[in-house]
């Protein structure tokens, strides 16, 4: 059996959570490979709203397996406000979630790293999430890391202590107050709740259930312009967001990925620092935030919104190799005369190109070509192909015209019974 994988195609916010819980009884397995509770996957239905930062997204469905993977990385105190707000409506997990022991973990010293280098950045700051995730990745590479393998071993306690001196010389170097005490205590609580579920060798594990004809799901977080090699740098997330970040997040070789779900909203988002092309500074952008409920599942921020980006969603469909695209929040675009899709860029040599190029702040204006937009409020009402609005067709007709690729589910609202198989 193949793995399919299932990522963003933007600067992330796309909706991947709502479609991983929609496909997930596809599956037998769900697996998340990489980022961390930077992540912010919402799920509604039953009139809940959920969002889950670490644990992957099928988790709301019975029977199926769901794995960290090896190229997460975990809070513990994040990790057990999830488990603990699940409790709260009556989800037993404990059967179902599955831990890689190489995946490795955020310190609170991770976190309090992430703030100080943000606060001494000033005006060039990258918007981070501060949670943690660019330090624990440069551990990890640093070789200097701890893993969840670890957390079993009965030095344990020693190995953090010597990260944690390691990381205090570091913060010596900046002007920054900081109380390790009010994280360290709730830190340990969670690295007890952790020990509670099945800690594996994941890419054995996985690999055996594909040899037995297993079906797998390989969630992705953030979005493909936040990979840190191919996403608009120096603002981007500091793990591989993209589908080869699949084999490396999860211990499975090339030839076993098959389809590859790219995820975008019918506009575009980003939050933070870092360039946007499309970016709308108007009533319009302002609409579309308020339409869409633009503001980040993690830190609550307001998303900036703006129109459709071509160039940059080629881009992320020839890295990802996608096979079908699905297409979230079209109802939020109902009552517009016309939208706008950016098909190039105006750079700063005065040359025009229809294709990202290495530095966007390069680009000094946009090539828009302009559609009928489409008048139908009610969309959330649609549970038919065939019901949608006429322009809205034509709409979805001309993104797959523009990418050559077909875009196989549309999403009209947050439920899950909001979606259209196409």
Avoid at 141 to 156: A, C, E, Q, Y
Avoid at 190 to 213: A, M, P, V
Avoid at 339 to 349: F, M, Q, R
Wanted: charged fraction near 25%; charge should be neutral.
């Amino acid at each position: 059996m193949k793995v399919d994988v299932l990522l963003g195609l933007q600067w992330g916010d796309e909706g991947k959570g709502k479609i991983v819980d929609v496909l997930t009884p596809q599956y037998n397995v769900i697996a998340r490979f990489q980022g961390g509770p930077n992540a912010g996957h919402t799920l509604e239905f039953n009139n809940i709203k959920h969002v889950l930062h670490t644990i992957p997204s099928g988790i709301f469905r019975e029977g199926q397996i769901n794995i960290i993977g090896n190229g997460v990385v975990i809070d513990p105190i994040i990790f057990k406000k999830e488990i603990d707000k699940l409790k709260t409506i009556n989800v037993d997990i404990s059967k179902q979630l599955l831990i890689s022991k190489k995946a490795h973990l955020i310190l609170p010293s991770h976190r309090i790293l992430d703030a100080a280098s943000e606060a001494a950045k000033g005006k060039t700051k990258i918007g981070s999430t501060l949670k943690g995730i660019g330090p624990t990745y440069m551990d990890k590479t640093g070789r200097n890391g701890l893993r969840i393998g670890d957390i079993l071993s009965v030095d344990f306690k020693e190995k953090y202590n010597a990260l944690l001196q390691k990381h205090q010389e570091l913060l010596k170097m900046y002007n920054y107050e900081y109380k390790l005490e009010e994280f360290e205590a709730g830190w340990f609580e969670g690295i007890e709740e952790i020990k509670k579920y099945r800690i594996i060798d994941s890419e054995h594990y996985l690999n055996q259930l594909l040899t037995e004809g297993k079906t797998v799901l390989a969630e992705g977080a953030q979005g493909t312009l936040l990979d840190v090699d191919f996403g608009s740098y120096p603002y981007v997330t500091s793990s591989n967001t993209i589908t080869a970040g699949a084999c490396t997040g999860l211990g499975v070789a090339p030839n076993r990925i098959g389809k590859v779900l790219g995820v975008f909203k019918a506009y575009c988002t980003r939050v933070g620092s870092g360039p946007f092309p499309t970016e709308l500074h108007c009533d319009t952008g302002e609409l579309i935030r308020k339409k869409g409920n633009e503001f980040g599942s993690t830190t609550g921020r307001p998303r900036r919104c703006g129109w459709l980006d071509l160039p940059a969603l080629n881009y992320a469909i020839m890295l990802n190799g996608v096979t079908s695209l699905i297409m979230m929040k079209a109802d939020v675009l109902s009552g517009f005369d016309k939208i706008k899709v950016a098909t190039g860029y105006k750079l700063d040599s005065g040359e025009t190109i229809n294709y990202l190029p290495y530095d966007l702040e390069t680009v000094t204006g946009v090539v828009f070509e302009e559609l009928d937009g489409w008048s139908e409020n009610d969309l959330k009402e649609v549970k038919c192909k065939n019901c949608l609005p006429g322009s809205l067709k034509k709409y979805i007709a001309f993104i797959e015209e523009k990418t050559k690729v077909p875009v196989s589910i549309i999403s009209l609202g947050p439920n899950r019974n909001q979606t259209i198989m196409l």
